[in-house]
Every structure is written in structure tokens, then in C-alpha cells.
């Protein structure tokens, strides 16, 4: 009772505030949100992923843009140019994002995305040549 007293009368107001209401002031005054952030959405696709590398480096895209296997890009069958994407490892949970600038793959209808060689690396599928994965549209790198 006496600390409390005393904390009330060094303080300017009058009032005690706990560091916790402090903080959530000023991380709203700095424009942060204290609502939790809502669940993941759920995947827009899943199925296979494949990559492909070297053979198609230099070669225009079907966007128009010369393939690098270094970056993280990727080509969709539907998805626009340009679409970030990202791709999780089903049994990894292993994530990466990529951008879309090409169309494919072809090759089976579960097939669902081709990966450059990065993205493929990023999220251990070299070796593979194949990985099972859930997609999810996001709003950049």
C-alpha cells in the first residue's frame, strides 16, 4: 500500500501505468496493431514441384524476361506475371518465395509449379528433382 502510494506520486499524472500499457501505447503511436494477426490462409494449390536450371539459362520467358537459375522464380500453368508465390515443403515445412515469370510445367497435371534452381535449393528439392508442396499467394518478397 505504501509502494503504491509512492509509485502515484512520482509519476506525473498521478497514475500508475505498468510497462506493459506503456509499451502498447507506444507501439500503437508508432502505428502498430495489437489485433493478432489471422491464421494462415488456406494453400491455393498443392501438388508437385519441380525445378529446372542451366539448360534454360538466358532463355526469354513466357513473360518476356531471361531466365537466371540463380534467382528465386518460378512458372505457373494460370497464375499472372509477376504473382509472389510462396512455396512450402510439405513434409519439411521448408519455405521459399518466388516470383512468376514463366508458364508450366507440362509435363503432368500434378504438377503444379516449375522452381528455378535457387528456389529448388532453398528448400532442398536439387536432389529430389520433385517435392510435394502447398502454395500460397503473397504480397511480395
Not at 494462415?40 to 498443392?46: D, F
Not at 540463380?70 to 518466388?98: I, M, N, Y
Request: hydrophobic share 35%.
Amino acid at each position: 500500500m505504501v509502494l503504491a502510494s509512492l509509485v502515484a506520486e512520482c509519476t506525473p499524472s498521478g497514475s500508475y501505468q505498468p510497462p506493459s500499457v506503456i509499451h502498447a501505447e507506444a507501439k500503437q503511436s508508432a502505428g502498430w496493431s495489437e489485433t493478432p494477426k489471422a491464421p494462415r490462409s488456406a494453400p491455393h494449390q498443392v501438388g508437385t514441384a519441380t525445378w529446372y536450371g542451366n539448360a534454360f539459362a538466358g532463355r526469354r520467358t513466357a513473360s518476356g524476361e531471361r531466365f537466371d537459375p540463380s534467382k528465386r522464380t518460378a512458372a505457373h500453368r494460370t497464375l499472372p506475371f509477376g504473382t509472389w508465390v510462396e512455396v512450402r515443403r510439405v513434409d519439411t515445412g521448408a519455405r521459399v518465395r518466388v516470383r512468376i515469370i514463366d508458364r508450366g510445367p507440362y509435363a503432368s497435371r500434378d504438377r503444379i509449379i516449375d522452381l528455378s534452381k535457387q528456389a529448388a535449393r532453398d528448400i532442398d528439392m536439387i536432389r529430389t528433382g520433385t517435392a510435394r508442396v502447398e502454395l500460397r499467394i503473397v504480397d511480395g518478397p
